[in-house]
């Protein structure tokens, strides 16, 4: 298992309770695949944020130095860069890991072949920007969310940016604190939800919404 401080597993279950409360108010229950897909969604995203907040701005760097943008023929941007995949799901070797070594962690070792293919996610997330496929998860229709990756950033980041600037967390902690919830979240409920697919659902909300314009969700800036 990866260690934890206990300051990251304070801040992420908290997290993942401001989710589930969140879902109880307006469903009357919780359902597992929105939240982790939830979790997901503001997991990549806040990568994005970290290294505009704890890197670009502190040391007034030019974006395009780090964050390659995309536009699309109906004028929407999207950002590539080989920092945000390190944060997303490159770094397995190395404290602070990625988004994708806190969520594969908790998966047995015999049960890791079932783990889906990141590669894939990446090149499919890059090939439907801009359409109306993009960061809509590809799941068996039993556990599709209620609740798709984009919306989730719309509904919730302004919630959840003021959880952790009220917890006086730097940005740079975000995407692995948001990673640890979904890490609780898989672990908590293994026995509703097999732990690949629990994976599989949040690296494909995890990595589309990792590449979205933050000027286009509330409290992104």
Known sequence: MLPIDPEREA???TMATV???NEIRRRGQIHLETILTEIGALAGFA?????????IEPQKIDPDEILSEVVT???EKFYFSD????IVFENLGTP??????YVMDVVPSASRNLLPDVADIVSYAARTVGTARFGVPRLPAAHM???MPRTALEEHWRTIREEFETSKRQPEEWPYDLAYAAQWQMQTNRDRLALPLAATIVMESAIPMSKVDPRTVPGGR
Not at 47 to 55: D, G
Not at 96 to 101: E, L, Q, V
Request: hydrophobic content about 45%; overall charge positive.
């Open 11 to 13: 801040i992420g279950r």
């Open 19 to 21: 989710l589930m409360a």
């Open 47 to 55: 990568a994005q944020i970290s290294i505009r907040k704890s890197i």
């Open 73 to 75: 023929k109906n004028g």
């Open 83 to 86: 920092m945000l995949n390190w």
């Open 96 to 101: 602070p890991y990625s988004i994708w070594a």
């Open 145 to 147: 969310p209620q609740t």
